[in-house]
Structures are given as C-alpha cells and as structure tokens.
C-alpha cells in the first residue's frame, strides 16, 4: 500500500526557517519523482516543487516564489523527501502536500496536480508577521 506522510510543520514566525519530511512506504523511492504541493485558505493547491530520481531532466524544479528560499532533497536509503524552507514569509501560510509522480522524472508542468498518483495528508504550515 502507498502511503505518503508528511510531518515537520508548525508556527513560525516571518524569517524563520522549517524542514518538512515527506516520508514514504509500500513502493521503492529510488524509481519516482516527488513534488510539494500547497493550499492556502480559499486559494487553489499550488506546485511548490519536484524532485526527480536524478537531476537529468534539469530538476529539481521550483515555483518562482520560494526560489532562493526553499530546497528539496532526497534520501532514499531512508526513503525521505525533505522541503527545507527559509526565509519564511506569511504568504508561505499553508497546507502542504507531498505527492508521488507517476514516473520517475517530473516533467515541465511539475505543478499540475494530474500527474501525480498518490497524496499525503497535508501538514499545516503556519508563518506569523
């Protein structure tokens, strides 16, 4: 059984930093891509980022908002993704998602939600002014 789940998320103020975890059970992390996803009150879930097996297809990919400020990485052996996120704003404000791509390089669209196949639960994200 595929699952997804992130944790790491909480209450920070603006300027500070959080790691998210996105860790994952029941398919061999080493064959997928893996991307971060959003969802601020009455807003649409927003791609935040992907990450392929390797950096072949030119990713990681990232949304031009949280570029310079938010890294993706891999681990797995530990069969983890992490979303490490600095430099946090208020607009950062949100649910976050990790989502497993149905191939194992995300492609040029990496925020369109359709391509991937599997979905955590979402972990509040919350950066005070």
């Known amino acids: 059984q595929v699952q997804l789940v992130e944790s790491g998320g909480g209450l920070v103020q603006s300027g500070g930093s959080l790691r998210l975890s996105c860790e994952t059970s029941g398919f061999t992390l080493d064959d997928y891509g893996i991307g971060w996803f959003r969802q601020a009150p009455g807003k649409e879930r927003e791609g935040v980022t992907c990450i392929s097996i390797d950096s072949s297809d030119g990713s990681p990919y990232y949304v031009d908002s949280v570029k310079g400020r938010f890294t993706i990485s891999r681990d797995n052996a530990n069969r983890t993704v992490y979303l490490q996120m600095n430099s946090l704003k208020p607009e950062d404000t949100a649910v976050y998602y990790c989502?497993?791509?149905?191939?194992?390089?995300?492609?040029?669209?990496?925020?369109?939600?359709?391509?991937?196949?599997?979905w955590g639960t979402g972990i509040q994200v919350t950066v005070s002014s």
């Open positions: 989502a497993r791509d149905r191939g194992p390089y995300c492609s040029g669209s990496y925020d369109y939600a359709g391509w991937y196949d599997h």
